[in-house]
Structure formats: structure tokens, C-alpha cells
Nanobody, 129 residues
């Protein structure tokens, strides 16, 4: 079964940090571009960061620049999202999505229909004092 499994979410105080992990199961994540997305009840879905298979293409949402870092370890079939200086606005369900694209020259922060093939169930991040 092909799937992505996220972990690392939780409750953190404002200013704190979390590292999210996205592990691919049933396929090798290496040739896939992977994005991290956030869904919040009043804000909808927002793409936070994406990374190509060789890590040579990386994009961040403006709200993530300077605070979040996306990285990957293809040997472990895992993509990470390090989140620092968290605020209440970062609260939401974070999920990862992947698309097969071994020669990617671009990665999208829009998870529109057909752009990404696999999605995880997400992990809840709550930033609150």
C-alpha cells in the first residue's frame, strides 16, 4: 500500500519549535517532489514548503520564510519540516503530499487536483500558551 505518514505534531507554546516528519511507505520517496501543506478551519489550505527529489528546488510560503526549513533524507524515505518561532497562526493540520517527478525544475505550493499523487492523513499542530 502506497502511503505517506506524518508525525511530530503536538501542542507547543508560542515561540517554540517542532519538527514534522513525512515517511513514505510502499514506494521510494527519492524521485518524488514533496510538499507540506497546512489546513486551518478559518484559513483553508495553505502550502508551506516543497522540495524536489534532489533537493535542488525548494519553495516556501511567505509566512514560512525564515522560520521553516524543509529537508529530506531519501535513504530513509523521509521528508522533514522544521518549524521555529511558532505562533498561534501556525495552528492547523499539517500534511505532506508527493508527486513522481524525478527531473523536477519546479515544485508547487498549490495542492490542486492532480498536482500531487499521494497525501498523508496529517498531524495536528497547536500553538497555544
Amino acid at each position: 500500500q502506497l502511503q505517506l505518514v506524518e508525525s511530530g505534531g503536538g501542542l507547543v507554546q508560542p515561540g517554540g519549535s517542532l519538527r514534522l516528519s513525512c515517511v513514505a511507505s510502499g514506494f521510494r520517496v527519492g524521485p518524488h517532489t514533496v510538499g507540506w501543506f497546512r489546513q486551518a478551519p478559518e484559513k483553508g489550505r495553505e502550502g508551506m514548503a516543497c522540495i524536489s527529489g534532489r533537493s535542488d528546488v525548494i519553495n516556501y510560503a511567505d509566512s514560512a520564510k525564515g522560520r521553516f526549513t524543509i529537508s529530506r533524507d531519501n535513504a530513509k524515505d523521509t521528508v522533514y519540516l522544521q518549524m521555529n518561532s511558532l505562533t498561534a497562526d501556525d495552528t492547523g493540520v499539517y500534511y505532506c503530499a508527493a508527486v513522481w517527478d524525478p527531473y523536477a525544475t519546479f515544485c508547487s505550493l498549490d495542492d490542486v487536483q492532480g498536482r500531487y499523487e499521494f497525501r498523508g492523513q496529517g498531524t495536528q499542530v497547536t500553538v497555544s500558551s
